[in-house]
């Protein structure tokens, strides 16, 4: 494929504004591995984590106090940012050769030369353990969880190269997220058995997988043509003819297994108006996001974290505190 008929995109300058303005010029490059300049992603990484501690709660008797879910969800912030972290620096060492064919990707790290793999192997590695440390104190109960998470996450970013459905390969590696939740709360998935429990969980965990396939569908048609041209695949390219129905169609998914949480909980009005609150955000979300226009999918994808998660963060508070 002829470069030529790629997107051009400005050499790199090293950033004169925020927080990476700030950093000695040899740390920006894992600064950008990192992605500390972008915080929405690591609020889609982070929810998850809150929505099992706080669906866990609901399940605990005593329920936990305020202030222990509120330790508990700093700890589960740190782990979901360490997470987020080695996550884009893996998928950029991976793809660095599919980046510098992508004009808005050109110019991170991997794709630019500004760090080589060896050294990017290095602080991948010194990101995993960190992340470990983070986890040892719930070491034992966390064993059997972490395995699937790190090959899932391991497998992502071979994933566009296989199959236009990457973002299911990354909605399941998020919404693990849920479990590891769980299990800081002392609520283990493993032992809850066959019950309603059980099953209230598993929708929870499915309904942040169609949330995912929607909002990374969306981020995706930022780079439709040059991952079309590319050789990159994904649900955008696959279903941009009928995009909005399709969108639609994840939206309405991912509300009934909300429904269906609640029930297996017998939860009460407050999480059901949450939840109200949450299809009337989706519904705004997919009809104004504007998928042929890079700037309007960055909107939606940025602050959709804040709204569709936030209103379903209020979901599990409000019957959290019901049962308080």
């Known amino acids: 494929m002829s470069s030529a008929k790629l997107h051009t995109h400005p050499l790199y300058t090293s950033p004169s504004t925020g927080f990476l303005s700030c950093l000695p010029a040899t740390w920006i490059p894992y600064a950008e ?3 500390v300049h972008k915080p929405a992603g690591i609020l889609y990484v982070y929810f998850p984590f809150l929505f099992g501690s706080f669906f866990a709660a609901c399940l ?28 884009c620096t893996w998928n950029d060492i991976v793809d660095r050769e599919l980046d510098s064919k992508v004009a808005r990707c050109r110019n991170r790290p991997m794709a630019r030369g500004a760090m080589s793999p060896t050294t990017a192997y290095i602080f991948t590695v010194n990101q995993y353990l960190m992340l470990f440390a983070l986890l040892v104190p719930y070491s034992s109960q966390c064993l059997p969880y972490i395995p699937p998470l790190i090959a899932l996450g391991t497998f992502y970013p071979f994933a566009k190269r296989i199959t236009s459905y990457a973002q299911v390969v990354l909605g399941f590696t998020l919404a693990w997220g ?14 809850l058995g066959i019950s309603p429990s059980t099953l209230g969980l598993l929708a929870l965990s499915l309904s ?26 994904s649900m955008a ?28 909980i017998g939860a009460g009005p407050a999480f059901y108006t949450g939840v109200v609150g949450t299809v009337v955000l989706l519904v705004q979300m997919v009809t104004a996001v504007d998928v042929g226009n890079p700037s309007s999918c960055w909107w939606w994808f940025k602050y959709g974290a ?12 409000g019957e959290y505190l019901r049962r308080l």
């Open 33 to 35: 591995l990192m992605r």
């Open 60 to 87: 605990s008797n005593p329920i936990p106090a305020p202030s222990e879910m509120m330790f508990a969800n700093i700890k589960l912030f740190a782990v979901a940012f360490v997470l987020r972290s080695v996550g």
């Open 178 to 191: 849920t479990l590891v939740g769980c299990i800081m709360m002392k609520v283990f998935p493993l032992e």
């Open 208 to 233: 942040y997988v169609f949330w995912t396939i929607t909002y990374d569908t969306i981020y995706a048609f930022q780079d439709i043509k040059d991952d079309t041209q590319a050789g990159i695949m």
């Open 237 to 264: 390219i696959r279903h941009k003819i009928h995009i909005k129905p399709f969108l639609f169609a994840m939206s309405l998914i991912q509300t009934g297994f909300l429904i269906l949480t609640g029930v297996m």
């Open 306 to 317: 804040l709204l569709v998660g936030g209103s379903e963060f209020l979901s599990l508070l």
